[in-house]
């Protein structure tokens, strides 16, 4: 029997939910809303088989729906979520899923209380590139990972109720602390709102970890180039995600610094190893194809997904902490 999906937002991203879940195997697509006509044209054109309505509530009321895609403004995920838990939903809420860690606190109780499949949309930690440096970590070739950075810049669009830290951020978060597979100690940000008063434009966050790894994320929508980038430095090779390449999105390059065994002056100590860059093939499935399809296999095999309410509360927990960070002048916040 196919899991019945409605997706509630067809705008600038929801429209792709609409696309992607018409596609996914053991799903049908039974309703779209969105209050805007032209959205429900476009969402109409890509599933002429669903039923398209103004009122999301109406998606809650409907027996014929199983599950609801939140695809809406971030500052409604929270109180939308609930509604449709309470509905008896299983909810699929896009990134980040709430503003507030008090209310993703809720929510995540919420879920757990009504036994729903509940999935945050925290699209890059389904990136094939993601699950190959998962594999990397996992069987050694990285080594010990020592500290990590990544970068989010465009001269992008502006957004006015949710700032850089919050509407690139939940990216990178959900990456670094889905590969460590910890809770940083620490966090501190700074950033600055050049363009719009309250609302910053670029922010620097910086986490440390218990076991001394830490990581350093920028991010902006006022920038004079799109990057897209992540890189990984080991204790054995170091590695480089590169999401804006069309083809060469993974590099790993065999160096670092080497201790012989033995050595008889300091300056021997430490030798400096260049070796080779390989470049692996990796399938590139789209991210949001393969994260919708998941949802759906949860749903169907009464599993939990890999970014469910307790992975989506963590990215919260640290991107709150980043905005108290920022509100306080970069004072560090610690979370352990």
Not at 92 to 115: C, I, Q, S
Not at 152 to 167: K, P
Request: charged share 25%.
């Amino acid at each position: 029997m196919s899991v019945r999906i409605a997706v509630a937002g067809a705008g600038y991203w929801g429209i792709n939910h609409v696309r992607a879940f018409a596609a996914v195997p053991g799903a049908e697509l039974v309703a779209v809303a969105d209050p805007d006509a032209g959205a429900r044209a476009r969402a109409h054109k890509l599933a002429p088989g669903a039923r398209v309505v103004s009122a999301i509530e109406a998606l809650y009321e409907d027996p014929n729906v199983d599950a609801v895609v939140l695809a809406t403004p971030a500052r409604d995920h929270a109180a939308q979520a609930l509604a449709a838990l309470a509905a008896g939903k299983h909810v699929f809420v896009e990134k980040p899923m709430a503003l507030r860690l008090d209310d993703a606190v809720l929510v995540t109780e919420a879920a757990r209380a009504r036994g729903r499949c509940y999935m945050v949309g925290h699209l890059m930690v389904y990136h094939p590139v993601v699950t190959q440096l998962r594999r990397l970590i996992a069987d050694g070739t990285i080594g010990e990972i020592h500290y990590l950075y990544a970068s989010r810049v465009n001269l992008g669009r502006l957004r006015r109720d949710e700032n850089a830290l919050w509407s690139f951020g939940p990216h990178d978060v959900s990456i670094i602390l889905d590969l460590l597979g910890q809770r940083p100690s620490q966090v501190s940000a700074h950033g600055h709102a050049y363009l719009q008063a309250g609302v910053e434009d670029v922010v620097f966050v910086h986490m440390d970890f218990p076991d001394g790894k830490m990581a350093h994320v920028q991010l902006s929508w006022l920038d004079p180039r799109k990057e897209r980038r992540l890189t990984i430095v080991g204790s054995r090779r170091m590695v480089e995600f590169d999401d804006v390449h069309s083809t060469e999105k993974l590099r790993i390059y065999d160096k670092g610094y080497d201790r012989p065994p033995t050595f008889t002056q300091f300056g021997e100590y430490l030798t400096v190893r260049h070796g080779d860059v390989h470049i692996p093939r990796v399938d590139l499935t789209e991210p949001l194809g393969l994260e919708c399809r998941h949802f759906v296999e949860c749903i169907a095999e009464g599993r939990a997904p890999r970014s469910g309410a307790a992975e989506g509360l963590e990215v919260v927990r640290v991107l709150a902490a980043a905005q108290e960070s920022l509100e306080r002048g970069g004072a560090t916040i610690a979370l352990l």
